[in-house]
């Protein structure tokens, strides 16, 4: 292992408009990551590089960025496994706010649209309703999503059309939709295969490989895709019976 | 204060080797789509060379210089159609595992794409065997 | 010309108690406007690190009366009895409720919510959802805010003060960090749901953003804050990152071994093993090292957890997450090799000094969650409770402030104070100084490490607060490099620290004034408990001459003081 590690950000600065690539070395240590790497530099000179992140443990999501040309969250990667220099960019298809931070709002507010939520009267609760194992294990998968929008970073459909709803937003919908207490599946069916919705999807398949928790949001959508045929189906049925 | 936009570049498909291979993907599309004009073009200068024959006997010659250009390039938009539906075929197999409406690890999705393999070679073998059985 | 933004009530902070708090208050009064205020997106709160699980008494053999006992026993007989009584009946349909609105509990195999057994319970109680607790719950309380129209956000705003007006609040000031500007909001109820303050110590399990900014924010607005001493230290967290593995290992049947490969807990607690209370295993812990028998490596020294007789698949279903950390953060698979484990901070029992239904000293200023002391954990936490804390104090202080709010008529900050407070905050962030901040926090961080840790002396209590008061001074000559406020991470922190000096002062005043051993609270000068004298709360208020101590009697009921 080297003495230092080479680090090179790319930076911006809205008080001047400039865009500009600055390199620090940081004193090489096996277990250091990139959040490890941004934060030494911060603390020790001052080089207030803005960025967001709070666990350190890859669980909350905050710390998403772009390095060496993949996103990543800063905090689960290892200097030691990265091409020197390493470069640190901020996430692609956000616009930039400063730094390494990008305004996310865009992509979060269209969790709204897959209705993630259930709707039981909720004043009081009585009882549990009933779920085997087997049945919990249908949402096992996209249940997992820590909504760091790496896969909205990766998906091109999105960077070229924003009103694309996204991988994550139909993810949460199917795992909504595959939950035994959920009553309102065909309101959320019309809701993510409206013309934003599912079948802006190609299937490139690079949202779950960059997936941080392997949800695999691709393989959701092409099941969503699927079941989206069902339902238009069944809606146009119901649509003539009237 | 302002923000920059953060667009894909004019180039993102030329990124990443995922990117790269989801256009090689679509764009075999476009080659089956010519090998389809091209034997479109070819039944229309059939049609045309049947009509001068029943009603124009005398135009015999002129029935093999009409016939005689698409023939001159079957072999070249053969390959091309074909080219284009095995890339086709195998990265569509490729990625029907994963629109399965039930979950599969990793290793039975391969296994899942070995299969669907084997039916569609399976099944190109019986109707080749059939057809020629014919001729 | 800036307009105040009003709202009925504001909710500082969006974990799972400012969650819950939101969604109780917007579900009893559906005209009510409720704001959200955190300074980082919601799904970002520490709540999403909490693994192990949430106490409820579902299960059948199980009486509110034994959960009641744990928990009172637990806290070293500090917390307060009704509190812990009134706690201990609403935990069950919180979890119920949050079943209904679609939190994946891990089951039974009939389906049944399942629950497991966690350190100090005497009975096996702790839902729990696989070992992502945490993170479940506080998705599926946001998911649930996105369903009420009246529930307003506020991402990323940093709030730096709480306005009053005769011991009432009026209103908050703060800086809203993508447009680098600042606003006031007006407010009838104020709910501070902030989280503890593990950051003002180097080894911490808590992410970077818990500083304490709630705690602070009261004590400056005039309420309470109790048992500020009272800190508990997880036994098994990873060395250099703190990273914590959950209780739940343990739970599961995880033993804890030292370097001469014995389970070395039976010579501390051979009833309770490693089921016992964190302090007492904690201390356990650091007593092995003193004597060598812990296994040196390059950060420190540490002890094995081993969960490898627990077989793979039962890791897989219940402790995902565990085997996940130790192979990215420590390269060492659970399955195969044991994991090292260090004890670290972990939660502050201590807060804003609260009553069971939220309400502080100040009109209209609630507190819940872990900011708030109420309180049922006394001088030590039991594993899970906290969670469980979170929802049902969350729940009645957004009950009390939907029924303050209905019956108050709004008052604003005055326009003075607004621009005092804003002046303020461009006179820090255009210091003319020298010091760099994050000196400044690193050598906090260090001296409470070594003055406020698991085993504390007179000495080097005095000492701490000797050093706390220089920092104080070296703070006035600060210098931040960024002179705009956008994402202006340097000014944040900068405040943040100005907060976490506050309660760092308080907490070895505290400290020092307690001359006794309780729970978590250990003096090598005074290792025994003092019930005759220390049977009380200590409530620091603000002075003039700064924050000064009074004491408070614990509220007892039925259980009276015995050996632990």
Known sequence: MPKNFSIKIKRYDPGTG???????????????????????????????????????????????????????????????DLKTPITIEPLKNFPIVKDLVVDTDNAMDKMREALPYTTYATSKS??????????????????????????????????????????????TGWRYNKDTRDKITNKRMDSLTSKDGVWKCSFIGECSNVCPKSVDPAGAIQKMKVMGVLHSAKSIVKRKKK | MKKIQNKPGEKWWNEKPSYRLYYIREYSGILIALWALYWIGFSIAILIARILIEYLPETNTAFGHILFLPLKYYFLFTAIGLAGAVIHTITWLQSMPNIFPFRLSKFQKGVAFGVLILVWIGLSAVIYLTIRSQL | MDLIKDHDILIIGGGAAGLRAAIAAAEKNRKLSIAIISKVYPTRSHTVSAEGGCAAVVAQNDTLKSHAEDIIKGSDYLADQDAVEFFVKRCKEEVLLLEKWGCPWSRTKSGEIAVRAFGGMSKKRTVYAADRTGFFMLHNLFERTLRHENIHRYDEWYVTKLFTNK??????????????????????????ATGGAGKIFKHTTNSSIKTGDGMALAFEAGAYLKDMEMVQFHPTTLPKTGILISEAARGEGGYLINNKKERFLKKYIPDAMELGPRDIISRAILNEYRKGNGIKGPYGQYVHLDIRHLGEKKINEALPQVRELAKDFMDSDPVSKPIPVTPAQHYTMGGIATNKKGETNVKGLFAAGETACVSIHGANRLGSNSLAECLVF???????????AAKTKISHPSKISIDQEKKQINDILHNKGKENPYDIMKEMQETMDECSNIVRTQKKLEKGIKKIKNLQKRFQKI??????????????????????????????????????????????????????????????????????????????????????
């Open chain 1, 18 to 80: 400039k865009i500009w690539f600055e390199t620090h070395k940081v004193p090489a240590d096996p277990k250091l990551t990139i959040l490890d790497a941004v934060r030494a530099i911060n603390e020790g000179k001052q080089a207030s590089v803005s960025h967001r992140s709070s666990c350190q443990m890859g669980i909350c999501g905050s710390c998403g960025a772009i390095v060496n040309g993949k996103p990543v969250l800063m905090c689960s990667t290892f200097c030691k």
């Open chain 3, 479 to 564: 210098k931040i490099e960024q002179s705009h406020k956008v994402f202006n991470n340097e000014l944040i922190n900068a405040l943040e620290l100005k907060n976490m000096l506050t309660l760092t002062e308080i907490a070895l005043l505290a400290a020092k004034t307690r001359k006794e051993s309780r729970g978590g609270h250990y003096r090598s000068d005074y290792p025994k408990r003092n019930d005759n004298r220390f049977l009380k709360h200590l409530l620091a208020g603000k002075t003039q001459s700064g924050p000064k101590l009074t004491e408070k009697d614990v509220t007892i009921t039925k259980w009276k003081p015995e050996k632990r």
């Open chain 1, 126 to 171: 009585k009882s549990a309703s009933k779920q085997t194992p087997r049945q919990l294990n249908r949402i096992k998968e996209t249940s997992q999503c820590i909504k760091c929008m790496l896969c909205y970073s990766a998906c091109p459909i999105f960077g070229l059309d924003k009103e694309f709803i996204g991988p994550a937003a139909i993810a």
């Open chain 3, 167 to 192: 011991n009432r609040v009026t209103g908050i000031m703060a800086i809203h960090q993508k447009e680098g500007k600042m606003k006031a909001f007006g407010a009838k109820a104020i709910i501070v």
């Open chain 3, 394 to 404: 969350g729940a009645a202080a957004g009950d009390s402030a939907a029924n303050f």
